[in-house]
C-alpha cells in the first residue's frame, strides 16, 4: 500500500514556490510597468535615451513599455514616463507633479515627433489642447 503522504508536496515545498514567485516579481521592474520609486525613473531614463523622431508608438513601447500616463490630444497623443523620483500624488495639472515625468509627443499618424517638457509645452501652445 502506498503512502499518500509522500506523493502530496509539503507544505515547505508550497512556500519555497511562493517565496520564488514574489522574488522574481519584485525584482523584475520591467515586467511591472507601474512599480513606483527609483528603480523605475532609472529604468525610465535608460530607455528614453534611445527615442529618436519619427518610430512609431510601437517601436517607443518595445523601448520603453506602458506609460505612466497618456493624453489624448485632437492633433495626437502625449505618452508620460516617470524620469525625476517625487510624488505621484496630484495631477499632470500640478506643476511639481508635472515636472517628474517626460512627455513624448506622437503626431494623428502615430508617429513620435518629438519629447521632453519644452516640445511638449511648445506643441501645445501651436496645436492646442483638446481631447479626442
Known sequence: MKDKRSTRPSLLTW?????????????????????????QV??????LMGLQP????????ELAGVANYIEGETW????????????????????????NYMPVVFDSSDRLIGYGY???K???????????
Not at 519619427?54 to 513601447?61: I, L, P, S, Y
Not at 505621484?88 to 511639481?96: I, K, P, S, V, Y
Not at 511648445?122 to 479626442?132: A, F, I, K
Open 15 to 39: 512556500a519555497i514556490v511562493v517565496a520564488g514567485l514574489s522574488i522574481t516579481a519584485c525584482s523584475n521592474t520591467k515586467m511591472n510597468p507601474f512599480a513606483s520609486g527609483e528603480d
Open 42 to 47: 532609472n529604468e525610465n531614463i535608460k530607455n
Open 54 to 61: 519619427g518610430m512609431t508608438k510601437g517601436q517607443v513601447f
Open 76 to 99: 495626437g497623443s502625449v505618452w508620460f514616463y516617470k524620469y525625476r523620483p517625487g510624488s505621484d500624488e496630484g495631477t499632470l495639472a500640478d506643476r511639481n507633479v508635472e515636472k
Open 118 to 120: 519644452e516640445f511638449y
Open 122 to 132: 511648445n506643441t501645445m501652445e501651436q496645436l492646442g489642447s483638446g481631447p479626442y
